[in-house]
């Protein structure tokens, strides 16, 4: 069997590139045949909120990408699709997580459909994004109306996508663990290489800051007068896709500078443990959500998590065996931080992630897409 992975991959950076190279190395694991269909333009610069789309970090060499498509130039459509009829995959996984991508992906699954019997198979991060815009429906209907079937991480996306198809035909596939950032560090170690105090405790916010992830809610909490007596500091770790000014002004009008370690720039894949490992706890006090890597690459690390009850997130999280499920509010958040350390649950949630995490393995996730794929042919 034989398939192809449509979407960013290395040099381009971020969860979704990290996900389809993992992908694709459980993919040629199992024995199905896989490579990856990559950008050579992602997004215009002017579109991109970050520093730079590309990752500084060494080729891999464990799958295959070709660099093809420019999202905005019509002619690399048609020349991946090309590409695609010319690889003769069983069937192809376009990964689709944004209306802007709906002109590009939509257009390269129809020319690949044209005149082959090669399936379309969409991962979909999101239906509808945490942002709206108002051409999101007409760009995402465009899409969804391209595909035979549809892999989905959370149960909510799925709503979302009857809105456009009564009756989709999709398979829901727990987003699997982030097993490709290396080892567990001991406490010790990662404080040494993040060069920070021992005599602390921390809590981590990891990756992109947007409106929508809650940073704010979680700095709140930090001026809590309960947590302001506690030996804790907030480790926040990612690129600010806004204006950075709107956290700073919080972390000033809540005087907790004292409390609060600011790396508001990417974290490279070879720094991610440090964070991990130096952790207590990861908190999520995201306002909207579907799934969450943060939660899969805290699994590997067997690391606690708070997270929100939005999206798919308390499917993930089982609520006081791993971590906590709260409301998106700063009290709730507070509320859970003091009784995770009055109570001292960081070894027992520990050990429960270290069972709970087996039912996310990517073998599970590739025999699901495959399975999907029978039901297409048969």
């Given amino acids: 069997m034989k398939n192809f992975i449509v979407g960013p991959a290395h040099p381009l950076r971020g969860g979704i590139a990290n996900f389809n190279e993992a992908l694709c190395i459980a993919f040629n694991k199992a024995g199905v045949q896989s490579r990856i269909i990559s950008f050579t333009l992602q997004y215009p610069d002017f579109l991109f909120p970050g520093k730079t789309q590309f990752d500084r970090g060494s080729k891999p060499t464990e799958f295959k990408v070709e660099e093809l498509i420019n999202s905005v130039n019509p002619l690399t459509w048609i020349k991946t699709a090309r590409r695609i009829k010319e690889g003769n995959p069983d069937y192809i996984i376009i990964r689709y997580w944004l209306p802007f991508m709906a002109p590009c992906l939509g257009s390269i699954a129809r020319l690949v459909k044209r005149g082959t019997k090669i399936k379309v198979i969409a991962l979909a991060d999101n239906v509808l994004p945490h942002e709206k815009h108002f051409a999101d429906r007409v760009l995402t209907r465009y899409f969804v109306k391209s595909c035979d079937a549809f892999v989905v991480m959370s149960k909510s996306v799925v709503e979302d996508l009857k809105q456009f198809l009564p009756n989709p035909k999709f398979a829901f596939l727990p987003h699997p663990i982030y097993d490709t950032f290396g080892e567990k560090h001991t406490r010790e ?3 040494q290489q993040l060069n920070l105090r021992q005599s602390y405790r921390y809590i981590l916010f990891f990756g992109f800051i947007r409106k929508y ?5 979680l700095l709140h909490a930090m001026s809590d007068k309960r947590i302001r007596e506690m030996n804790l500091k907030l ?3 990612g690129e ?3 204006d950075m000014t709107f956290y700073t002004n919080i972390i000033k009008e809540h005087e907790v500078e004292g409390q609060v370690i600011l790396k508001a720039d990417y974290i490279p894949a070879s720094e991610v443990k440090n964070y991990f490992g130096a952790a207590d706890l990861v908190v999520q006090p995201y306002r909207s959500a579907t799934q969450s890597g943060v939660t899969q ?3 590997h690390f067997e690391r606690p998590m708070l997270v929100t009850d939005v999206g798919g997130l308390a499917e993930i999280v089982p609520h006081l065996k ?4 709260v409301q998106p509010d700063s009290k709730a958040i507070a509320d859970a ?4 350390y009055t109570h001292n649950l960081g070894p027992e949630f520990s050990a429960n992630i270290a069972v709970e995490k087996k039912r996310f393995l990517w073998s599970t996730f590739v025999e699901g897409v495959n399975d999907l794929f029978q039901e297409l042919v048969s």
């Fill in 189 to 191: 170690e990662s404080l």
């Fill in 213 to 217: 992830k809650g940073l704010d809610l």
């Fill in 235 to 237: 480790l926040v770790a």
């Fill in 240 to 242: 600010c896709y806004e």
């Fill in 297 to 299: 690459i805290a699994y």
């Fill in 322 to 325: 791993v971590g906590y499920v």
């Fill in 337 to 340: 931080i003091v009784h995770f």
